[in-house]
């Protein structure tokens, strides 16, 4: 369960997130977090939130930012707002200096579970070497963390999910690995 002050850290995207208002304190209707992304960090696909609105503070360093078919270059200052249902990724494109962010999402939904979920995959190397999980165990989760890739429409994605899910999870793929998270 993430706690307010706590950290964790993706060791293959180059990402610490510092936890600075959890769903529990905001009962639900916020996370933010506090980003720092090393040199060439980056998040390994481009997502959309179908009922999140996400905003991003740039507060140290260079980001890029891609919303839809726009690429921007971001400095400490900037505050950008991704509307529901609108793909996007950032990374960081400095060869040596780590960035930092300020990222918001509203309402909270499970949104540090899965992150919790998805960090510790990748640092136990249970996903790709770019931090991208394996199909499988996006189709066990995607539904429940409510974030999907850019392309194929929502609903396919939710149907997929749905059916390609329950495979997955008879595969051993899970949807909450407890030993990345504790709900208690």
Not at 31 to 49: C, D, I
Not at 152 to 162: A, E
Request: hydrophobic share 35%; aromatic share 10%.
């Amino acid at each position: 369960m993430a706690i307010k002050g706590q950290s964790i850290s993706n060791k293959i995207t180059g990402e610490h997130i510092t936890w600075l208002e959890t769903a529990k304190d905001t009962n639900g209707q916020r996370l933010k977090a506090r980003f720092s992304v090393g040199p060439k960090g980056r998040l390994p696909v481009v997502h959309f939130h179908p009922n999140q609105v996400e905003t991003f503070e740039f507060i140290e360093g260079e980001f890029c930012l891609k919303v839809g078919d726009e690429t921007k270059n971001l400095h400490p200052g900037d505050t950008v707002v991704i509307q529901k249902g609108v793909p996007h990724t950032w990374w960081n494109p400095s060869e040596t200096d780590t960035a930092q962010m300020i990222v918001s999402l509203e309402p909270a939904l499970n949104s540090e579970i899965f992150l919790e979920q998805f960090f510790g995959l990748c640092n136990d190397g249970k996903a790709k070497a770019d931090g991208t999980p394996y199909f499988m165990q996006i189709m066990a989760c995607i539904n429940t963390y409510q974030i999907y890739i850019e392309g194929p429409p929502l609903l396919l994605q939710k149907i997929m999910g749905y059916t390609l899910g329950s495979l997955a999870r008879l595969l051993g793929y899970k949807t909450y690995y407890p030993e990345y998270s504790n709900q208690n």
